[in-house]
């Protein structure tokens, strides 16, 4: 029986093989033809780029194929580094693009740019209908390298130069931490960049002297990076020598595990971590493992479910192909990967693991667990929904268009704590979006015309039609009514947004924490150890 299972493996492993190599002779011979037969001049590398990418879409989104020319962006992917200037740009009025949010510290801000000015050449180079992805490319280059930035600011009547060097720039992976409330500190950490534990570390010290008796450890948003970096982080908080994620592939190599190698820093300190569903991959290794540990309480939204790990692999010509090798597997032994790209339906696309289908699994001290599907929080924290008009404020150039009015009138503001938006201020704000050409379209409203549209199909319009123009009428936009209803969410977007322009990233976060109900409920949480204590002890069977 095993001889046979054996012969089955052979052969079935070398028709594999032959198919593999006859695809690619199959390939490289069309490329060929396309070269010497097709109509027109062919762009080899991209033809070929584009076949390497639709192989690789059949895989998994985290399998992608980087050229010589695209490995800056990998680069910065595990690093955090880039060379630039250290700026956010965003598209403006169409065809413009425009410096949104200079980083403290960075060539930008050293040589004065300011959060609206609109780009216009870059050493003679007309920028104008370029969009952010070609001017971020134009900015980037070697550390050392000059170059002549021309913009026209808000206010000044002809155009500003600028001689900007470019810079290695470090993204912060923790562009915020403070405390709270008297006794509770607060570290946002933003990805898994290397020495990004050391950060974290660096600010838990910096917390606990002035105070802090227990922590709110924010990883919402955060997409991941380096396990190496996750596995330090979750040492400061357990003893050394504990598993905290097992790799599991096909390879050898790909088999490997992580554990604490340290002195914990601190095994006491009270710590809520606070995830959503864009927490993922090294984020929910961190707070997989607190949870599977019992060491922590994880509040918010379930997570992102990312649980495959990338490996970079050089290919010739400087290029890379950053490879899904491995699944991993927290303490619990769950994995808690959420899609399955491996079996798709039938419009070929993957599906997200049904509850139904997941498996229980038991935390260190008895909690039930379970795999799939992301990180379950052990508090669930829903957020109330973003009204529609907000949402297309927030991305409006009339909201950025009136912070930097607001920057012009105001060479200061209070500190953070201090600082609001007042009702005055907001009414101005009404009036200049009513003189605007803003638009929104209301979900009521999509909703209607789509039912509008059945109904006509299905025959019903005409007897119908006075019952939809009544609620045509009724649901007709009125903005007025619609700044006021929601001027508490709109007041928060503007002073985000002009906070950003004084206090740059960590300022942003600081204001956002005013109004954060996530944080708000770690707090009563915190405040009360009984309850904290109870939720990592209750068994299943209770």
């Not at 002779?25 to 010497?36: G, K, N, P, S």
């Not at 969009?131 to 490319?137: A, F, G, Y």
């Not at 592939?249 to 959503?276: C, H, I, M, R, W």
Request: with cysteine; aromatic share 8%; glycine share 8%.
């Amino acid at each position: 029986m095993c001889v046979m299972s054996l012969q089955m493996w052979a052969q079935s492993n070398s028709q594999r093989n032959f198919q593999m190599v006859q695809g690619m002779d199959v390939f490289t011979t069309i490329c060929r033809e396309l070269d010497m037969f097709y109509v027109d001049s062919i762009n080899a590398r991209k033809i070929v780029g584009t076949g390497i990418n639709a192989m690789l879409s059949q895989l998994d989104p985290y399998t992608v194929y980087y050229s010589e020319e695209e490995m800056d962006e990998l680069k910065m992917m595990t690093t955090g580094k880039y060379a630039g200037i250290g700026s956010v740009i965003r598209q403006y009025q169409k065809d413009k693009v425009v410096i949104a949010e200079p980083y403290a510290g960075s060539p930008a801000a050293k040589v004065g740019l300011k959060a609206g000015d609109i780009l216009l050449e870059i050493d003679g180079k007309d920028l104008t209908g370029k969009n952010t992805s070609d001017v971020s490319s134009m900015l980037r280059g070697e550390p050392q390298t000059t170059f002549l930035l021309k913009v026209q600011r808000p206010g000044v009547e002809k155009p500003l130069s600028f001689k900007i060097t470019r810079e290695t720039i470090s993204t912060p992976a923790v562009p915020y931490y403070g405390m709270v409330a008297a006794q509770v500190g607060y570290v946002n950490l933003s990805q898994f960049t290397e020495h990004c534990s050391e950060d974290v570390r660096r600010a838990v010290i910096e917390l606990k002297a002035k105070g802090a008796t227990s922590l709110v450890l924010d990883l919402r948003g955060n997409g991941g990076g380096l396990l190496s970096e996750a596995t330090e982080i979750v040492n400061l908080f357990v003893p050394k020598g504990k598993n905290v994620v097992k790799l599991q592939g096909k390879s050898p190599a790909s088999k490997s595990e992580y554990s604490t190698k340290k002195e914990p820093f601190d095994l006491q300190l009270p710590v809520v971590v606070l995830v959503n569903n864009s927490t993922a991959s090294a984020s929910e290794i961190v707070s997989g493992a607190l949870q599977d540990m019992d060491r922590a309480v994880i509040m918010g939204t379930r997570t992102f479910g990312k649980g495959l790990v990338q490996t970079p692999r050089d290919l010739p010509y400087n290029g890379s192909l950053k490879l899904t090798t491995a699944k991993y597997y927290i303490p619990s032994g769950r994995c808690i990967q959420a899609i399955d790209y491996s079996h798709r339906n039938e419009a070929g696309q993957p599906e997200r693991i049904a509850d139904s289908l997941t498996h229980v699994f038991y935390t260190q001290g008895g909690r039930e667990v379970r795999d799939g599907g992301g990180i379950r929080p052990d508090v669930e924290v829903q957020l109330d929904t973003l009204a529609n008009i907000s949402g297309y404020l927030s991305v409006d150039d009339v909201l950025f268009d009136f912070a930097t009015e607001y920057c012009l009138k105001h060479k200061t503001i209070p500190a953070v704590a201090q600082f609001s938006i007042t009702d005055q201020e907001f009414d101005a704000f009404c009036e200049k979006v009513k003189k605007s050409d803003f638009k929104y379209d209301k979900q009521t409203e999509e909703v209607l015309k789509r039912l509008k549209e059945i109904a006509k199909f299905e025959g019903y319009l005409d007897v119908a039609k006075d019952e939809f123009e009544a609620l045509e009428q009724k649901l007709s936009h009125n903005l007025d009514y619609d700044l006021q209803n929601n001027k508490k969410d709109i007041k928060e977007l503007l002073a985000n947004e002009i906070v950003k322009r004084y206090y740059y990233q960590a300022g942003g976060i600081e204001e956002a924490l005013k109004s954060d109900v996530v944080v708000k409920k770690a707090l009563e949480l915190l405040a009360d150890m009984d309850a904290y204590r109870a939720l990592l002890t209750k068994k299943t069977e209770e």
